[in-house]
């Protein structure tokens, strides 16, 4: 059997090869992170293998972001089975093995393929193409949402300078109604100057007939008192930034209906559970993967990091614990949003939730414990493929 452990890095990877007696048979090969240094590093396993299948050839790598996914994915196209390492766990690994505090990408790669040569490590199941486009369109969308965010917290920046009173005036500034106003009045002079009229047929028409003219006359009144700041330059700064999250918006609402095409054709059972629907069954189908890589629900809350650090030594055990968070932080994200509106819905979890209230838990525990339940009811439904069933 031979072992191969590479260390990913962004232009280049090392690897060391092992084969089962011991013997190294390269512990210095680097690699470019191209087509040329992907034919290097097969051809260099094919002539270790001498023949032999590529059965008999075992390949790991830490798991380190988007780093990894091309040499992964070229040698899973030739036949390999590759395992992905916890960055944590070669860590610990490595500084068992010896107290110098020694760090280089060529000791990384030996330390893997020592790793893979002396424990009996299971390789995970690749997932299916679906859930390789979800995983990077769900956190593709975690990025347009969190830009969206800086995006709207300069618009609040420009509007408590330019028009400090229209927050209280409206139900959110960042409703559709206020940027439509905004865009065509965007300082309180613009409002105040503009003929009744118009505004009242402004303001109607962007609320879809929800405020009239009693609503103009008030906002009217409003920006004629407004101690804001008419300022061209903030007022084009102004429109600019409702024009970027509104083109930021409609992205990702077509990102939704791509996410939700895909999860139709996976046609998981996710979708029968009360307050989960497409996106948040996406995530997590995403981030799971294949659910046949965990054997039991504790390693899917492990992957998830909901599962609470433990610390004991002599007479002395820890009696608060908290959760670990090392594992999937979108999974666990999702499933904190989930335990939400799952227990607003379904009486089990509103009643379990309600149960941990009531021993004095805050709520953001109480949701963790939730969360928990949550993820074993998933991990039985995705293993069996079975629909949500509400208990009595």
Request: some cysteine.
């Given at each position: 059997?031979?072992y191969i452990g590479i260390d990913v890095?962004?232009?280049?990877?090392?690897?060391?090869?092992?084969?089962?007696?011991?013997?190294?048979?390269?512990?210095?090969?680097?690699?470019?992170?191209?087509?040329?240094?992907?034919?290097?590093?097969?051809?260099?396993?094919?002539?270790?293998?001498?023949?032999?299948?590529?059965?008999?050839?075992?390949?790991?790598?830490?798991?380190?972001?988007?780093?990894?996914?091309?040499?992964?994915?070229?040698?899973?196209?030739?036949?390999?089975?590759?395992?992905?390492?916890?960055?944590?766990?070669?860590?610990?690994?490595?500084?068992?093995?010896?107290?110098?505090?020694?760090?280089?990408?060529?000791?990384?790669?030996?330390?893997?393929?020592?790793?893979?040569?002396?424990?009996?490590?299971?390789?995970?199941?690749?997932?299916?193409?679906?859930?390789?486009?979800?995983?990077?369109?769900?956190?593709?969308?975690?990025?347009?949402?969190?830009?969206?965010?800086?995006?709207?917290?300069?618009?609040?920046?420009?509007?408590?300078?330019?028009?400090?009173?229209?927050?209280?005036?409206?139900?959110?500034?960042?409703?559709?109604?206020?940027?439509?106003?905004?865009?065509?009045?965007?300082?309180?002079?613009?409002?105040?100057?503009?003929?009744?009229?118009?505004?009242?047929?402004?303001?109607?028409?962007?609320?879809?007939?929800?405020?009239?003219?009693?609503?103009?006359?008030?906002?009217?009144?409003?920006?004629?008192?407004?101690?804001?700041?008419?300022?061209?330059?903030?007022?084009?700064?102004?429109?600019?930034?409702?024009?970027?999250?509104?083109?930021?918006?409609?992205?990702?609402?077509?990102?939704?209906?791509?996410?939700?095409?895909?999860?139709?054709?996976?046609?998981?059972?996710?979708?029968?559970?009360?307050?989960?629907?497409?996106?948040?069954?996406?995530?997590?189908?995403?981030?799971?993967?294949d659910i046949n890589n965990f054997s039991?629900?504790?390693?899917?809350?492990?992957?998830?990091?909901?599962?609470?650090?433990?610390?004991?030594?002599?007479?002395?055990?820890?009696?608060?614990?908290?959760?670990?968070?090392?594992?999937?932080?979108?999974?666990?994200?999702?499933?904190?949003?989930?335990?939400?509106?799952?227990?607003?819905?379904?009486?089990?979890?509103?009643?379990?939730?309600?149960?941990?209230?009531?021993?004095?838990?805050?709520?953001?525990?109480?949701?963790?414990?939730?969360?928990?339940?949550?993820?074993?009811?998933?991990?039985?439904?995705?293993?069996?493929?079975?629909?949500?069933?509400?208990?009595?």
């Amino acid at each position: 059997m031979l072992y191969i452990g590479i260390d990913v890095a962004k232009s280049r990877h090392d690897c060391f090869i092992i084969d089962s007696d011991g013997v190294i048979y390269t512990d210095n090969l680097r690699i470019t992170n191209d087509r040329v240094g992907f034919n290097k590093l097969l051809e260099t396993i094919l002539d270790a293998l001498d023949g032999e299948p590529v059965t008999n050839a075992k390949v790991g790598l830490e798991h380190t972001g988007h780093y990894s996914i091309n040499i992964k994915r070229f040698l899973e196209s030739q036949g390999f089975v590759v395992t992905s390492f916890n960055p944590l766990e070669t860590s610990a690994f490595r500084k068992a093995f010896t107290l110098r505090k020694t760090k280089t990408d060529k000791c990384d790669a030996k330390t893997i393929a020592t790793m893979l040569f002396s424990n009996e490590s299971i390789p995970t199941s690749p997932p299916s193409y679906q859930i390789q486009e979800l995983k990077s369109l769900t956190r593709h969308r975690f990025r347009l949402i969190g830009y969206r965010g800086k995006l709207k917290v300069s618009f609040a920046r420009i509007i408590d300078v330019v028009f400090p009173e229209f927050p209280s005036f409206v139900w959110s500034v960042n409703q559709k109604s206020s940027h439509q106003l905004l865009l065509e009045l965007p300082t309180p002079d613009a409002i105040a100057g503009c003929h009744l009229t118009r505004l009242t047929n402004l303001i109607h028409k962007s609320s879809h007939g929800k405020y009239g003219r009693e609503k103009a006359v008030a906002l009217r009144d409003l920006a004629a008192s407004s101690i804001g700041l008419s300022d061209e330059a903030l007022a084009f700064e102004l429109q600019q930034t409702i024009r970027m999250i509104q083109n930021v918006q409609a992205e990702i609402d077509a990102l939704d209906r791509k996410i939700k095409s895909i999860v139709r054709e996976l046609d998981t059972p996710l979708l029968t559970i009360p307050g989960i629907s497409y996106t948040l069954a996406a995530i997590i189908l995403a981030e799971i993967g294949d659910i046949n890589n965990f054997s039991n629900p504790s390693k899917l809350q492990a992957f998830a990091g909901l599962d609470p650090s433990t610390y004991q030594s002599g007479k002395y055990t820890a009696s608060y614990a908290t959760m670990v968070k090392r594992g999937s932080t979108y999974l666990r994200w999702a499933m904190f949003q989930a335990a939400r509106l799952v227990a607003m819905r379904d009486k089990t979890f509103a009643d379990y939730l309600a149960k941990k209230r009531s021993e004095g838990k805050h709520f953001n525990v109480a949701i963790s414990h939730v969360s928990k339940k949550l993820l074993r009811t998933i991990f039985y439904m995705l293993k069996h493929n079975e629909a949500f069933v509400p208990q009595s």
